[in-house]
């Protein structure tokens, strides 16, 4: 059974870029039908969907974060990574990644299954 | 941006009572070219990840128990626990993927009368 799990420090200095890195286990990346997301979740905003990346490093992103996301794709470590520059308090969240199931007929994304456990970020000096 | 409300914030339930959850869409999630509803539905028990249940708004996901059910189509949507049981503690959130900035709805929180 495929498992996404998160990994990345807990604690990120303001105006830094926060890093994380999710790992794929019991199963490939490698699948036409599948992009790999990102998401976080916080007491205000609830669920916010950052941006999600295929095997071969295509991205779709949510306009209102592009401008600070990367994201990246590591198929032989079976890993997928997320960049937030510039980070500030209001980043600090539960950040999770999951599996993306994705349209390759109309090229759109759909529902997110499984998810990693998440990871706690806190911003702060 | 297409906005999820969610109602109500929280409900309170017997066991073995029947739960309704809301999601309204800002616009239409309503596909016309496969009449599919681009929404689905997510359970998240407290300290977990949320878990996919249900997706084109009533196709239940692989191994959900069928007490589970969704209904709804173009921007109102229902998520129904026919029989509440213990275990079934959670936050649920709506999910559309109609556009292509994916967003949730706020979550309802379920708990035991």
């Known amino acids: 059974q495929l498992q996404v799990q998160e990994s990345g420090p807990g604690l990120v200095k303001p105006s830094e870029t926060l890093s994380l890195t999710c790992s794929v286990s019991?199963?490939?990346?490698?699948?036409?039908?599948?992009?790999w997301g990102w998401i976080r979740q916080t007491p205000g905003k609830g669920l916010e969907w950052f941006g999600s990346?295929?095997?071969?490093?295509?991205?779709l992103y949510n306009p209102s974060l592009k401008r600070r996301v990367t994201m990246s794709v590591d198929t032989s470590r079976n890993q997928f990574s997320l960049k937030l520059s510039s980070v500030t308090a209001t980043d600090s969240a539960l950040y999770y990644c999951?599996?993306?199931?994705?349209?390759?007929?109309?090229?759109?994304?759909?529902?997110?299954?499984?998810w990693g456990q998440g990871t706690l970020v806190t911003v702060s000096s | 941006d297409i906005v999820m409300t969610q109602s109500p914030d929280s409900l309170a339930v017997s066991l073995g009572e029947r739960a309704t959850i809301n999601c309204k869409s800002s616009?239409?999630?309503?596909?016309?070219?496969?009449?599919?509803?681009?929404l689905a539905w997510y359970q998240q028990k407290p300290g977990q990840p949320p878990k996919l249940l249900i997706y084109?708004?009533?196709t239940r996901e692989s191994g959900v128990p069928d007490r589970f059910s969704g209904s709804g189509s173009g921007t109102d949507f229902t998520l129904t626990i026919s029989t509440l049981q213990a275990e079934d503690v959670a936050v649920y959130y709506c999910?559309?993927?109609?556009?292509?900035?994916?967003?949730f709805g706020g979550g309802t929180k379920v708990e035991i009368k």
């Open positions: 999910q559309q993927y109609y556009s292509t900035l994916l967003t």
């Open positions: 999951a599996r993306h199931r994705f349209s390759s007929t109309i090229l759109r994304l759909w529902w997110f299954d499984p």
């Open positions: 019991g199963g490939s990346m490698s699948s036409s039908s599948h992009y």
């Open positions: 084109w708004a009533s």
């Open positions: 990346i295929s095997y071969t490093g295509s991205t």
């Open positions: 616009q239409s999630v309503l596909y016309n070219s496969n009449n599919k509803n681009y």
